[in-house]
């Protein structure tokens, strides 16, 4: 069973930066696909960016987040910038087998989630 855990999310003022991560407990052949996305209040789950071989993002993140991934670490980061305060939402970390992959059905994996608050 493969495990995620999220850190880094937080409070920023619009225009600011916050770093997340992800480390999970192993990667197999059917996680070894990683991403993340997000829910905002009263919205459905969102696609941010997957990563894989190269990233790939969402049009709405795109030129503002930073996907990347370190195997020795089996860790994932997403990396924010100039966030807005439609960004806010919570963090979901995802793992599965599919690349490029934009469903959340598509991924096995999730972990608990992290609150990233952006306010104007």
């Known amino acids: 069973q493969v495990q995620l855990v999220e850190s880094g999310g937080g409070s920023v003022q619009a225009g600011g930066s916050l770093r997340l991560s992800c480390a999970a407990s192993?990667?197999?052949?059917?996680?070894?696909?990683m991403g993340w996305f997000r829910q905002a209040p009263g919205k459905d789950r969102e696609f941010v960016a997957t990563?894989?071989?190269?990233?790939y993002y969402a049009d709405s993140v795109k030129g503002r987040f930073t996907i990347s991934l370190d195997p020795a670490k089996n860790t994932v980061y997403l990396q924010m910038n100039s966030l807005k305060p439609e960004d806010t939402g919570v963090y979901y970390c995802?793992?599965?087998?599919?690349?490029?992959?934009?469903?959340?059905?598509?991924?096995?994996?999730w972990g608990q989630g992290t609150q990233v608050t952006v306010s104007s």
């Open positions: 192993v990667r197999t052949s059917t996680s070894d696909v």
């Open positions: 990563i894989k071989w190269s990233p």
């Open positions: 995802v793992a599965g087998r599919t690349f490029i992959a934009t469903r959340a059905d598509e991924y096995d994996y």
